[in-house]
């Protein structure tokens, strides 16, 4: 089945410490985003990919970078994450950037800052 | 500004006891209406479209109207595996991205 995978599922590091989450395709969708969930919280869009154009919210902390090598894998980069950062984060997927068009979403992956 | 407003925040019902879901939107030019479920560590799952105002949709128990102001979600005679969180999302001709609202937790007890 054609799908969004988010690896690791559950990432714990320390305050300061750079981390990395990834996310995959097999939708061959062009767009991909990444969102920071927070407990019964809208999920909040950090930025976005159109095919290789980077697409950064003006409200996205610096903090935050994110690359994306080929059309199936996105990284999203945390260079020293503080206490706050401690979030759900969510990789989604859309065929267009359209906002005709649905995001398929990844199970998440649960980053916890000690 | 895009504004989604869900309510109520949490709803509790007896397995079988139907009630909706309102969500309240603001946008400039409505693009679609989306309808997500979240189940507790997991990312949302996709459940209806809509696009214009009279449009309805339904899978199983679930039935999604849409106004102009406004969208509903039905759900009829529930189960205790439809608890859940529901999120509604706007996208807006002047944006590229969806706006969401920060959902309602529904719990089914049996």
């Known amino acids: 089945d054609a799908m969004v995978i988010q690896n690791p599922r559950y990432q714990v590091t320390q305050f300061g410490k750079p981390v990395t989450l990834s996310c995959s395709q097999t939708?061959?969708?062009?767009?991909m985003y990444w969102y920071q969930q927070k407990s019964s919280q809208a999920p909040k869009l950090l930025f976005h990919?159109?095919?290789?154009?980077?697409?950064n919210e003006a409200d996205t902390p610096d903090n935050f970078q994110s690359r994306r090598p080929n059309t199936s894998f996105c990284f999203l980069d945390i260079r020293s994450p503080g206490l706050g950062d401690a979030a759900m984060y969510l990789c989604?997927?859309?065929?267009?950037?359209?906002?005709?068009?649905?995001?398929?979403f990844g199970p998440g992956t649960r980053l916890t800052v000690l | 500004e895009d504004q989604v407003t869900q309510s109520p925040e949490a709803l509790r019902l007896q397995e079988g006891e139907s009630s909706s879901l309102n969500c309240s939107y603001t946008?400039?030019?409505?693009?679609?209406l989306f309808w997500y479920r979240q189940d507790p560590g997991k990312g949302p799952e996709f459940l209806f479209t809509?696009?214009?105002a009279g449009e309805e949709k339904e899978k199983e128990r679930l039935k999604a109207t849409l106004t102009k102001k406004e969208s509903f979600l039905h759900i009829t005679a529930p189960k205790p595996e439809d608890s859940a969180t529901y999120l509604c999302?706007?996208?807006?001709?002047?944006?590229?991205?969806?706006?969401f609202g920060s959902g309602t937790r529904l719990q089914v007890q049996p």
């Open positions: 946008v400039s030019g409505l693009r679609g």
């Open positions: 939708l061959n969708h062009n767009v």
């Open positions: 989604a997927t859309s065929g267009t950037e359209s906002s005709y068009n649905e995001q398929f």
């Open positions: 990919y159109y095919d290789k154009d980077f697409n």
């Open positions: 999302a706007v996208g807006d001709t002047g944006r590229r991205a969806l706006t």
């Open positions: 809509l696009y214009s």
